[in-house]
Nanobody, 125 residues
């Protein structure tokens, strides 16, 4: 089991920045990759970014490339999502997730075994 707790959401104006954090606990040695997903009302959950736990390779959906940065601190079992130049369309509940099955399908939510409770990000126009 891996427990995940997100923090850092909030309300920000268009063009602003937020930093989300995800603290992992439990069997963190089994983590292969960590992902960030988001879901807005009436829409399906979508992939945002992911990072390999070993090596640190990163992956992003096209709409956030150049604006969002995913990073990790292995010693602290923490993954961060730095979000810059935020747009109203970034408004959503953001979830972090842990992939413990060595599944390199980073964009698929089915590749992730454990999920956090989510944190709301609201970008006002």
């Amino acid at each position: 089991q891996v427990q995940l707790v997100e923090s850092g959401g909030g309300l920000v104006q268009t063009g602003g920045s937020l930093r989300l954090s995800c603290a992992a606990s439990g069997r963190t040695f089994s983590v292969f990759a960590m992902g960030w997903f988001r879901q807005s009302p009436g829409k399906e959950r979508e992939f945002v970014a992911a990072i390999r736990w070993s090596g640190g390779s990163t992956y992003y959906t096209d709409s956030v490339k150049g604006r969002f940065t995913v990073s990790k601190r292995n010693a602290a079992n923490t993954v961060n999502l730095q979000m810059n130049s935020l747009k109203p369309e970034d408004t959503a509940v953001y979830y972090c997730a842990a992939n413990t099955g060595y599944r390199p399908s980073y964009e698929a939510d089915s590749a992730y075994d454990f999920w956090g409770q989510g944190t709301q990000v609201t970008v006002s126009s």
